[in-house]
């Protein structure tokens, strides 16, 4: 026996030292799934669907299996785009407005059809810390409420709002909330004359497809400012917004002593897509080394580019890692290993990690053997000086040292840091209690910008970023027992804007659009919904006095409250009611 074991041992040195990615093949892959043919692999492109084929290919040819049954494809539906109907109109005085003549509805709003006076309520804005409030004055209990877009003082830097900075305030979720919070049964957004580029026509454009989708519960029509002036003669838009503006004092008022009709007609719709999944069956244990294959298709919500409708190729992001992931599995394959390895193409990932969570949810294999999740996301842009950082290094008390000997022999001179959080596929891995790496060649000039091509890569670099990637494989199949998974109390930046108060969880983002209230993945440890008592698959319904009906009104709630306030939160669990007296805490500072 013991013999055996030494043969193998001598077999596996062996197998490690002849196991070399080879560039040209991870070139060939970048140069097809990064090729303008493929449309920038956006959601609902032909594009993207060719890459899945092209990436199913790929690992067919490589000798794996198809992870999902006899299929290499994990099909499922999500949101994606709207279809307008006919009935988008506002109607007074004998006069219609349609969407050929001024208004069009948001993405965020709610199909329907309501009469009600219409009130004007300045910019819409309910800002205690600025001791502003449109709606202090009006009642707008089943009005149509019309607001202007922004918010007091804008390029003003004496306003007593931030003034160059807009605030969290002017952001038209916020203006919805706020008018469904006091009764109104819909509303209605125009540009204020004041900071309107009035050189320019109106022009109002359908909402895009990868605009929010879950609407904010009351019908939302945007309307120019001429299509206002055309059906509300009398009402002195200019004017009210001067008076505003130069005391920050909200000047509310009746815009018409009528009921007025207003319609909103829209459906949304859903578009499938698929992860690509292959196996190399081995043992019990499984690893699991993820990528994913969509990108910004022609410069969607995520785009920084300046220019639109542009492809983005995306070549290192994400390209770079699904041609680093095939060729990791045809290194395993030639020189196979004792565990399972499960390989994957995400999709979705740029509209909100949907494929890693869809995949997480419907796991092909058993969960519970899952040792860890690598994750490659934008690994072709190695600098010069070879220096590598690990990410999610401390999601498991052994990766620092396993990674470490990984990288022997591969030039790259690596740091290990972060732990398991992070904006890309891994985070889900980690939420579901699993250790996880992220392989990152870091942000550059060309971001998520039409610019992210394929002679940009440093293929070189990629080629050693491989190498470390199957060498990790290889360390950990090598461990005797499993990896300590670690739970870190540290939360990510989030981004998403300015809040003041930090309530420590973690959004669902594959909750269908049908289910009303926030569900939750998970919260993060310390912070103050678990100290609370509220965890992951908990269906958060209301804040306050703030009824959740969504994700929006959530953080609508939030931006209502200050570091140290106690707030009681109502959820449900298991079909229960439950209340939590959920104490804020100020935002912690980014780390990293
Ligand atoms: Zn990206």
Redesign the pocket.
């Known amino acids: 026996m013991k013999r055996l074991t030494l043969l193998c041992l001598l077999f596996t040195f062996a197998a490690l030292a002849f196991a070399q990615p080879d560039e040209q093949r991870i070139r060939a892959d970048v140069a097809y799934l990064a090729d303008d043919a493929r449309e920038g692999r956006g959601i609902g492109t032909k594009g993207l669907d060719d890459a899945a084929v092209y990436i199913a290919d790929k690992m067919k040819e490589a000798g794996l299996e198809p992870a999902f049954g006899d299929s290499y494809f994990q099909e499922f539906e999500m949101g994606w785009g709207f279809t307008l109907g006919e009935k988008n109109f506002i109607t007074y005085g004998g006069q219609t407005i349609d969407t050929k003549s001024g208004v069009m509805p948001t993405g965020f709003s709610a199909a329907g059809e309501v009469t009600g006076k219409v009130m004007f309520a300045g910019y819409g804005i309910i800002a205690p810390e600025f001791e502003y409030d449109d709606f202090a004055d009006i009642d707008v209990k089943d009005a149509i409420v019309l607001c202007m877009r922004k918010e007091p003082g804008e390029f003003d830097s004496t306003s007593k709002f931030d003034g160059i900075n807009v605030t969290a305030h002017s952001t038209l979720r916020a203006k919805a909330g706020n008018a469904k919070l006091k009764g109104a049964k819909a509303l209605l957004l125009v540009d204020g004359p004041l900071y309107a580029d009035t050189s320019q026509a109106e022009e109002l454009v359908p909402p895009s497809s990868n605009e929010a989708y879950i609407d904010c519960g009351i019908p939302v029509l945007r309307i120019t400012r001429a299509a206002v002036k055309k059906l509300f003669p009398e009402f002195e838009l200019d004017k009210l917004q001067r008076s505003i503006d130069s005391n920050t004092q909200p000047r509310s008022l009746e815009v018409t002593k009528d009921d007025a009709s207003m319609s909103t007609d829209l459906t949304r719709e859903t578009v499938s897509v698929k992860n690509v999944g292959a196996i190399l069956r081995g043992g019990d244990d499984i690893l699991v080394v993820g990528a994913h294959y969509d990108?910004?298709g022609y410069g969607q919500s995520?785009s920084l580019d300046e220019q639109t409708n542009v492809i983005h190729n995306?070549a290192d992001?994400?390209a770079s890692g699904v041609a680093g992931m095939l060729e990791v599995m045809r290194m395993l394959k030639a020189n196979p290993i004792n565990s399972t390895v499960l390989a994957v193409a995400f999709t979705a990932?740029?509209t909100g990690l949907g494929g890693s969570s869809h995949l997480v949810k419907n796991f092909p294999l058993d969960m519970s053997k899952v040792r860890l999740m690598l994750n490659l996301?934008?690994v072709g842009r190695l600098n010069e000086k070879n220096e590598f950082t690990v990410l999610s290094c401390k999601s498991a008390e052994e990766l620092s040292s396993i990674v470490e000997r990984a990288a022997i022999g591969t030039d790259l001179k690596i740091t290990c840091k972060g732990d398991g959080y992070g904006p890309s596929d891994h985070m889900n891995f980690y939420l579901a209690d699993k250790p996880v790496l992220f392989f990152f060649t870091g942000a550059h000039a060309d971001?998520?910008k039409s610019t992210d091509d394929a002679h940009l890569l440093n293929y070189e670099g990629e080629v050693k970023i491989t190498q470390l990637a199957y060498n990790t494989l290889r360390e950990l199949d090598a461990l005797e027992s499993p990896l300590t998974y670690v739970r870190t109390s540290e939360p990510p930046d989030q981004g998403g804007g300015s809040f003041r108060v930090y309530f420590g969880s973690i959004p669902d983002y594959a909750q269908p659009d049908s289910l009303i209230g926030v569900l939750l993945s998970g919260t993060r440890e310390g912070g103050p919904a678990a100290n609370a008592g509220i965890k992951g698959g908990d269906l958060l319904v209301r804040m306050g006095k703030v009824t959740l009906n969504n994700i929006y009104d959530f953080v609508f709630a939030l931006r209502t409250y200050a570091p140290g306030d106690t707030v009681d939160v109502e959820y449900v669990r298991d079909g229960k009611h439950e209340l939590a007296n959920v104490v804020l805490k100020a935002p912690p500072a980014k780390h990293q």
């Open positions: 990108h910004l995520g995306g992001d994400n990932e740029e996301d934008m971001y998520h």
